[in-house]
């Protein structure tokens, strides 16, 4: 069981919503990442945050933003939601250094 | 650009036989590769990592992975499967510039009794 816990666990919102998901880190973890997994997909990659600053972003449109606070937690801000953003959304941590990334329990967010 | 690949969407063997899940793998640097399972409902949890050195990974679980640079694969192994092994199993590379991480399309395994 890793440390990095997300909330809500599920979430409905209607289209043109915006909402916001939050994940705490393990302690000592500077790096979080953010994944969207569509049913049936493997998880494609959303941003990473590095003490505090944005250190990478995938192929998602500026609507998809984030916030990595000093305390290892962060959040992920979705604005004008769309139906095709209904999906699971993880978050990942990582100490400075190493390979593997922790992943949370993930988020299910269903847009209608 | 990096990238991997599962050719089987789904896997199947029997309770106590050999399994392997398939995994190939294109980058452009040294691989960083890994091996992720997914139950129902749930987040990622991490088996096993190939950063550097023997090509057999233990990891979690009991699973295994052989690191074979010619053939450019990364299969993930056990010797004898459970049927608590029955889930979802993503391979992943990471990319040469930061922690992100590329992952297949996953394989379901399903374990029979």
């Known amino acids: 069981e890793t440390g990095v816990t997300q909330s809500p666990t599920h979430l409905i919102k209607t289209r043109g919503q915006q909402v916001t998901l939050r994940c705490s880190s393990q302690?000592?973890?500077?790096?979080v990442s953010w994944y969207q997994q569509a049913l049936g997909q493997g998880p494609q990659f959303i941003f990473q945050?590095?003490?505090?600053?944005?250190?990478g972003r995938g192929n998602f449109p500026p609507r998809f933003s984030g916030l990595q606070f000093p305390n290892y937690s962060s959040e992920l801000n979705v604005n004008a939601l769309e139906l095709d953003d209904s999906a699971l959304y993880l978050c990942?941590?990582?100490?400075?250094?190493?390979?593997?990334?922790?992943f949370g329990p993930g988020t299910r967010l269903t847009v209608t | 650009a990096q990238s991997v690949a599962q050719p089987e969407d789904q896997v199947n063997v029997a309770e106590g036989n050999p399994l392997t899940v398939k995994c190939t793998y294109s980058?452009?640097?040294?691989?960083?590769l890994f091996w992720y399972v997914q139950y129902p409902n749930r987040g990622l949890q991490f088996l096993l990592k190939?950063?550097?050195?023997?090509?057999l990974v233990k990891g979690s679980y009991g699973f295994e992975a052989e690191f074979n640079k010619s053939q450019t694969s990364f299969h993930l192994k056990k010797p004898s499967a459970l049927v608590s092994d029955s889930a979802l199993y993503f391979c992943?590379?990471?990319?040469?510039?930061?922690?992100?991480?590329?992952f297949g399309s996953g394989t379901r395994l399903l374990v029979r009794p």
């Open positions: 302690s000592g973890h500077n790096t």
């Open positions: 190939y950063i550097t050195g023997d090509n």
């Open positions: 945050y590095y003490r505090e600053e944005e250190n």
């Open positions: 980058v452009s640097g040294n691989p960083y």
């Open positions: 990942a941590s990582s100490p400075t250094g190493e390979g593997e990334q922790y």
């Open positions: 992943a590379v990471r990319d040469d510039s930061s922690y992100k991480l590329i």
